[in-house]
């Protein structure tokens, strides 16, 4: 019921956060970030992509939930 759901939900952001903390590689750390959302929301699929303010580099990008041969086929999203 509720109380289930609502113990998991705190159980996924609790277990995010010891990652948040313990993680040192930034795509580790972002795929920890995108599977602990989709976690703790309860989707199928989850996708991040993080670029730097200035928008030098390569923006880091996670997709959860969909094959890698499918994801590689998905458009980059538009940020402005």
């Known amino acids: 019921g509720a109380l289930e759901a609502a113990q998991e939900r705190l ?14 590689d930034a795509q ?18 989850a996708a991040i992509e993080v670029r730097a303010k200035d928008g030098a580099g390569s923006p880091l990008t996670s997709i959860i939930g969909i094959p890698d041969e499918k994801a590689r086929h998905l458009a980059a999203p538009r940020m402005q």
């Open 11 to 24: 159980s996924a952001l609790i277990e995010l956060n010891l990652r948040l903390v313990s993680e040192k």
């Open 28 to 45: 580790a750390l972002l795929a920890s970030v995108c599977q602990g959302a989709r976690r703790l929301i309860g989707a199928r699929f």
